[in-house]
């Protein structure tokens, strides 16, 4: 028995507009693989599921060097180039401390070779670009917001998640956010300093320091449902969009460091 904890990865696929998202993960209520594509979303219990080097569920298996999908009308493999890992936990100090969800980012940023067919229809991720990310803990927050994306035409990926927090009785909105800009990365988070100007479902403005990042959510189309854990047990829904237009512009020193615009960002917002 976890004691109510759940464990969860996402395992991102991204290629030509077309997105694939693997959520393999464990919980009171047993083992699961969510699948999310543009289309839609699946969920499926796992009755076999193990944690070494590489996860393996059922007859799939996911890890830092790729993917091999099994599943009900699902089959596939993708291999990964080297991960982009973040220089330190994402966390920062805040790892040390009890929290009700735990985030990590495994890689912000890989090139991906392969292909999946679903449902009938053959996805060719050959040349795309993959990211991975983990939680962990009881429960997501009773509200957050979740915006992912590294389709620019530069080498650049963004992540910025912001939630309430319970802590010692009290709580607290916290922020983490890691922007890897070509060879330079970038933290902006609570634990940083970073004051949160903005965070609702159409904009998002950070500034800490000398750095300020605003992102613009133009449209949102495509949302589809997952399941998200509840004191340990996979009871709760969200919903994720993985077609989010976006507009990421990013500051440092009053100097405009890039303006992107993207049509395949993730994004989920829960009140």
């Excluded at 990310?133 to 080498?155: H, M, T």
């Excluded at 992102?215 to 589809?224: C, F, N, Q």
Aim: glycine share 10%; hydrophobic share 40%; net charge positive.
């Amino acid at each position: 028995m976890w004691d109510k904890r759940f464990e969860g990865w996402y395992f991102k696929h991204q290629n030509a507009g077309e997105t694939a998202a693997f959520i393999p993960g464990k919980a009171n209520s047993g083992a699961f693989v969510q699948v999310i594509t543009n289309a839609r979303s699946w969920q499926f219990p796992v009755s076999k599921f193990r944690v070494e080097q590489k996860i393996y569920a059922d007859d799939c298996m996911f890890g830092s060097e790729g993917v091999t999908i099994n599943l009900p009308e699902m089959r596939g493999k993708i291999a990964y180039g080297p991960l982009t890992e973040l220089r330190s936990d994402i966390m920062g100090p805040f790892r040390f401390l009890p929290m009700e969800c735990r985030h990590g980012v495994i890689s912000m940023r890989h090139t991906l070779t392969g292909w999946l067919e679903i449902q009938g229809r053959k996805l060719d991720f050959t040349g795309g670009l993959g990211y991975v990310e983990k939680d962990s803990g009881r429960s997501f927050p009773k509200n957050y917001l979740w915006i992912q994306c590294n389709d620019f035409p530069v080498a650049c990926s963004i992540m910025v998640s912001i939630a309430h927090i319970p802590f010692a009785g009290l709580w607290f909105r916290g922020c983490i956010c890691a922007i890897v800009y070509e060879d330079r990365e970038f933290r902006l988070a609570t634990y940083s300093g970073v004051k949160t100007q903005a965070a609702g479902p159409k904009r998002i403005c950070l500034l800490q320091g000398n750095k300020r990042l605003e992102v613009d959510i133009l449209e949102t189309k495509g949302s589809h449902p997952l399941k998200s854990p509840r004191n340990g047990g996979m009871t709760g829904i969200i919903k994720e969009c993985n077609r989010a237009t976006a507009r990421f512009r990013f500051w440092e020193k009053g100097r405009l460091i890039f303006d992107f615009t993207s049509n395949n960002a993730g994004f989920e917002y829960f009140r």
